[in-house]
């Protein structure tokens, strides 16, 4: 089975749009979602911040994201995205509605992370006289990061299958390309190259997560 | 008055409907640079009171004084300045793991605000203090029970406290660690002129390195003072029961029904009357006849200290005198078991 120049080609520009949506929605995720995450554990019962109202309102806000379904999510949130990137459907017009699903994904992942560090290890640097802000940067995260690296890989091979669906806005992509030409149009070999390229860029995600969480780990 | 002073410290634990009081009303002076132990069974609410003192805990009622500082008035900001000056261990280290021994040392004196040069010089200094050198680059995973706390006693004397607290800070440590570490406590007590609160439910800890120590039962302090008088004379059950427990050894004897023939004393002698010659002097001036059932000699921190176990044969008479002569004698406690 050998593809034509033509397939070669769509091939080539799903991969990039694929590349495109997944690393910027990466980017944002993480800068959205690790902070929220943070809120979500200093803010709790008997730790660094305790506050009950923000824990409540912000956990509220991320169950609720949450429980969208995320095609429903994309149509829901249309004239969000029009506002922000000034219209509804594209590649670019795609992140805004898969940032808004992934990031309080990643919220929970790292909220998860968060509560594994010793309660132990946070009351020595406490008892230091260390600030809660310090103890965000120099204890909390440091000490998770093997785990927060685990959480953005998961998150990034979520973002991978999500953004197949992204083709029902015109967002193209790889899983779109295996949509439209495997299922709809019976083009079996274009799909079949476009599952096997998806399996060996998650493979590869995972591995390279796997390494860099091993290289963190000093336990 | 007192380089750290407890007044009237309570303390209640509200879990929705339920409450415990934990501290009923605790009183404690310290002097500076004395090492002070506070004993007691598990859950008696001693870790509570030990973390009243830099305010991990906040108590609901009482006053605790530190070199004049009122711990309980500060702000939030002076309390964290008031805190570098106060190191902790723990039972469990809680070192950060994913710092190195070096790294874990620096962290206090990055809280602050020392230059990184002085970091450096500092942390090797401290290292070379608990015997570490060598472990600098090791992670806490790579290090044993003793060493980690060795780091955490560098961690805790980085920015030259004035007062250590000690939370149970050999209970997760073999013997003889236990032993090394409780003299790396003491020495470093010794150099720095260090105030040392530790807490502990090992009599053991006490007696190898405290001045002075208080027995807690219920949330209070049931018994206050010198190691050495409340060792050889204890008036609550609690104390004599962790007294007992360094005396055991001595009493196997009557455990496994020894009868008695004459009279069974135990004595306990502490500082200069254990050169007498006790037992030949007995014999000499009162014609009895001491068995020697047991005899230990040990340390209280640092005064020799002796407990005897003797079945004493003689006359009536003659027992009579030798019993009060040995209840004149200066720094000895006679106990009569039958
Ligand atoms: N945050 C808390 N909330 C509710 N109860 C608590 C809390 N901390 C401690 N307690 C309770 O207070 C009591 C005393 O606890 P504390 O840790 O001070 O005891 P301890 O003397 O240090 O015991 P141990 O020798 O086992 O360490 C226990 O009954 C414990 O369950
Ligand atoms: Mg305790």
């Known amino acids: ?219 | 008055m007192a380089f750290i002073e407890i007044k009237g410290l309570r303390k209640t634990f509200v879990n929705g409907k339920s409450s415990i009081d934990v501290l009923n009303g605790i009183d404690l002076a310290i002097e500076q640079g004395e090492i002070y132990g506070v004993v007691g069974l598990s859950g008696v609410g001693k870790s509570t009171l030990i973390r009243c003192l830099n305010r991990l805990e906040t108590p609901n009622q009482g006053t605790i004084t530190i070199g004049n500082v009122d711990i309980l008035g500060l702000s939030e900001n002076e309390l964290r300045a008031k805190r570098r000056h106060m190191g902790m261990i723990f039972q469990s280290f809680n070192l950060l793991s994913s710092r190195t021994a070096a790294g874990n040392i620096a962290f206090p004196l990055e809280v602050a605000g020392v230059p990184k040069r002085r970091i450096k010089e500092r942390v090797s200094e401290l290292l070379e203090l608990v015997g570490l050198s060598d472990k600098a680059a090791s992670y806490p995973a790579q290090l044993s029970g003793g060493q980690k706390q060795r780091v955490g006693i560098a961690r805790a004397l980085a920015n030259e406290p004035e007062v250590l607290l000690c939370d149970e800070a050999t209970s997760a440590l073999d013997p003889q660690t236990t032993t090394s570490i409780l003299e790396l406590i003491a020495s470093v007590q010794k150099r720095l002129n260090l105030t040392v609160l530790l807490i502990t439910h090992e009599m053991k800890v006490i007696v190898e390195i405290c001045d002075r120590v208080a027995v807690m039962e219920g949330g209070k302090i049931v018994e206050e003072g010198p190691v050495i008088e409340v060792f050889t004379n204890p008036k609550s059950q609690v104390t004599r029961g962790f007294v007992e427990v360094i005396l055991k050894r001595n009493s196997r004897f009557l455990e496994n029904g020894y009868l008695p023939k004459g009279r069974l004393v135990r004595l306990c002698y502490i500082g200069d009357s254990i050169t007498t010659p006790l037992v030949s002097t007995l014999v000499r001036l009162f014609e009895v006849d001491p068995i020697i059932l047991q005899a230990h000699v040990d340390h209280i921190k640092d005064s020799p200290f002796g407990i005897l176990l003797m079945d004493i044969l003689g006359t009536p008479d003659n027992l009579d005198k030798a019993l009060m002569w040995l209840r004149l004698q200066k720094d000895l406690v006679m106990e009569v078991l039958n």
């Open chain 1, 1 to 219: 089975m050998l593809l034509s120049s033509q397939q070669l080609m769509m091939l080539k520009i799903a991969s990039l749009e694929t590349l495109y949506m997944v690393s910027v929605t990466t980017l944002l995720t993480t800068l959205v979602g690790i902070p929220l995450g943070i809120l979500l554990v200093v803010t709790r019962k008997g730790h660094i911040l305790e506050n009950k109202w923000v824990y409540r309102i912000v956990g509220f806000f991320v169950n609720a994201t949450r429980s969208v379904p995320f095609p429903i999510f994309i149509v829901f949130v249309i004239p969000l995205t029009r506002l922000i990137v000034g219209r509804s459907i594209g590649a670019t017009a795609v992140i805004v509605p898969l940032t808004l699903a992934a990031f309080v994904f990643m919220a929970r992942l790292t909220e998860t992370c968060l509560l594994e560090v010793s309660p132990g290890v946070i009351e020595a640097a406490q008892s230091m006289g260390a600030s809660s802000w310090r103890i965000i940067w120099r204890v909390l995260l440091p000490e998770a990061l093997p785990g927060l690296i685990m959480a953005i890989t998961i998150t990034i091979i979520t973002l991978i299958s999500y953004s197949a669906m992204a083709g029902t806005v015109g967002g193209g992509g790889l899983g779109d390309l295996a949509i439209r030409y495997g299922y709809h149009r019976y083009q079996t070999d274009i799909m079949w190259a476009t599952v096997i390229l998806l399996i060996v860029v998650v493979q590869l995600v995972q591995s390279v997560g796997d390494g860099l969480v091993r290289k963190f780990t000093r336990r």
